[in-house]
């Protein structure tokens, strides 16, 4: 499956965008779907993530409450909503996918990457 992520931009502090990451190739109902970002000299960390129907998500702390996860399979495309943007959110962000029914927080886990869209959110 190829991933092509979009909708990055600059914002200003307590602003929203949203992401979207579009599969082809193989049908994304398939893959648990997930987004992670890495922040210049960080390591890559995970964001957010979906069970392959959409009923499940699952986020990590920093984003709880601010951000969403969803999916529209029959157009092969996740979003994520990122609400109340903070300075800190500033990071490439990414969209993976494996090919699984379990849903992993671990970068290492994913098969398929896209290439990464850039979110700067300013003070």
């Known amino acids: 499956v190829q991933l092509q992520a979009s909708g990055g931009g600059l914002v200003q502090a307590g602003g929203s965008l949203r992401l979207s990451c579009a599969a082809s190739g193989r049908t994304s109902s398939n893959y648990v779907m997930a987004w992670f970002r890495q922040a210049p000299g960080k390591v890559r960390e995970f964001v957010a993530a979906?069970?392959?129907?959409?009923?499940?998500?699952y986020y990590a702390d920093s984003v709880k409450g601010r951000f969403t996860i969803s999916r529209d399979n029959a157009k092969n495309t996740v979003y994520l909503q990122m609400n109340s943007l903070k300075p800190e959110d500033t990071a490439v962000y990414y969209c993976?996918?494996?090919?699984?029914?379990?849903?992993?927080?671990?970068?290492?886990?994913?098969?398929?990457w896209g290439q990464g869209t850039q979110v700067t959110v300013s003070s």
């Open positions: 979906s069970s392959r129907s959409g009923d499940n998500t």
């Open positions: 993976a996918a494996r090919p699984t029914t379990v849903v992993s927080y671990h970068r290492s886990q994913y098969n398929y």
